[in-house]
């Protein structure tokens, strides 16, 4: 299985733009730009993109797990923060903090936290970060 986007950029690194596109068109030539990533712009960059990846990634492993423990959520709300920090002349992800708060019927806390720490190590977007990966999970009741 193959999926893919695409991103166009036009001029230096600070006064440049460019526009992001994916295969399903849920982002069609969405603009970014340095001020978007660096700065405080309005429209899309990189980092939130992956934090978007991650945050649902984790969600879908975590429901698949807890099915196999015969739960199943009523609700999973997960945010990601993707920490890009200055390394040098230039920038690397050094943390993706994940938080949870999940609605599971049934589910003891020994379950709840034995699902979110599979889910965190074996959802293929954690798998695909080399980064420190954070996760603070609240299971409601």
């Known amino acids: 299985m193959n999926r893919n986007a695409s991103a166009h950029w036009s001029g230096d690194l600070k006064s440049g733009r460019g526009t992001l ?18 700065e405080d712009g309005k429209n899309t960059n990189p980092e939130e993109l992956l934090a978007a990846a991650h945050a649902g990634c984790f969600s879908m492993a975590l429901s698949m797990i807890l099915q196999l423990e015969n739960l199943k959520a009523e609700s999973i709300d997960t ?4 920490t890009l920090d ?14 949870l708060v999940a609605r599971v019927p049934n589910a003891t806390q020994e379950a709840f936290t034995r699902a979110t720490q599979a889910a965190k190590e074996n959802c293929p977007v954690s798998k695909l970060f080399d980064t420190e990966i954070t996760l603070d999970a609240k299971l409601e009741g």
């Open 21 to 38: 596109s994916t295969e399903s068109n849920i982002l069609q030539n969405a603009p970014y730009s340095f001020k978007d990533r660096f």
């Open 79 to 82: 945010r990601c923060v993707v």
């Open 86 to 99: 200055k390394e040098g002349e230039g920038f690397s992800i050094k943390k993706s903090a994940l938080t």
